[in-house]
């Protein structure tokens, strides 16, 4: 285990792809191991602080496996940009899992990632012991996704640290007001690489282009179905206040299908609530041994 308190894991996709992730408390023996899957365009490092948390700090340390998707962090970008689509990121993470000897787990899933659960609890249910979905469900609103198409065909193109922390402070601090400077800091060491060129984001800029043929004034197609096979999965929901991904009204109806499902608003954060800050970290390993527990 290296100094910053994980190791680098590479393994094969199912296609060949050569694909990353890190992994975080590999000597703990203790409960069920954890599984991060981030947003899009985003990676591994979204996990990190949190990651750090449940595999040391929390009161059952957990192994960690925060995967890079193709095209995303480390992991290689994939020429056929058909690819980068949520069945396939599925298929990579069951690849990754059985590389690892990992049968079961549970799951934190971000936006995207979140979605990747759904089709993972059709793929491989019993691999499901505990889910974690931040600012995801199965109805994803069209002016959320809109929004983030947006943003990425205008990404701003800083050249400094401090210039690209600003830039995200101005698009995106309206909804993230409970945001401090190092928390800024710290989104923008994840979202970002250096490079010859420069500060860059850390993915393929192909993936902007899966976003291009989508109809926002037409509703998108919703997960009910697949949400209600995770009905007997011990789950939590959590939700920025300020998000337009995930509306109230699909968390009431989440909760109607799911009655034992466990709710967090994270007030003064949008889409998608940073999992590091306030007492989340505590509040994500109380749940896993919650359910845990219930599990013996």
Not at 118 to 136: F, Q, R
Request: aromatic fraction near 8%; glycine fraction near 10%; charge should be negative.
């Amino acid at each position: 285990m290296a100094s910053d308190g994980f190791y680098d894991f590479f393994y094969a996709a199912p296609d060949g792809l050569k694909l990353h992730a890190r992994i975080y408390g590999e000597a703990n023996s203790g409960g069920w191991p954890v599984v991060c899957l981030s947003g899009l365009t985003r990676n591994a490092r979204d996990f990190h602080e949190l990651a750090l948390y449940l595999s040391g700090k929390a009161k059952t340390p957990r192994k960690v496996v925060a995967f890079d998707y193709r095209g995303r962090g480390r992991s290689d970008y994939d020429p056929d940009i058909s690819h980068y689509n949520v069945g396939v990121e599925a298929g990579d993470v069951l690849a990754g899992l059985s590389a690892l000897g990992i049968e079961e787990a549970g799951f934190i899933g971000t936006s995207r990632g979140g979605l990747i659960i759904h089709v993972l609890g059709a793929l491989k249910p019993a691999a499901l012991k505990a889910i974690v979905l931040n600012d995801i469900g199965p109805v994803i609103e069209a002016e959320g996704l809109a929004h983030i198409r947006s943003y990425l065909d205008r990404a701003p193109r800083p050249k400094t640290f401090a210039e690209a922390v600003d830039a995200q402070r101005r698009v995106h601090g309206g909804g993230f007001p409970a945001l401090t400077d190092a928390d800024w800091a710290r989104m923008v060491g994840a979202i970002c690489r250096d490079t010859d060129a420069g500060l860059v984001p850390d993915f393929d800029p192909a993936l902007v282009e899966t976003l291009a043929n989508v109809d926002f004034s037409k509703p998108l197609p919703d997960l009910w179905p697949q949400f209600n096979a995770l009905a007997a999965v011990p789950l939590l929901a959590i939700r920025g206040g300020n998000s337009t991904l995930l509306s109230t009204a699909t968390i009431e109806e989440m909760t109607k299908r799911h009655p034992g499902m466990e709710t967090i608003t994270v007030e003064g954060q949008g889409h998608a609530p940073f999992l590091e800050t306030g007492n989340l970290p505590k509040k994500i390993a109380d749940f896993l041994d919650r359910a845990e527990a219930k599990s013996t």
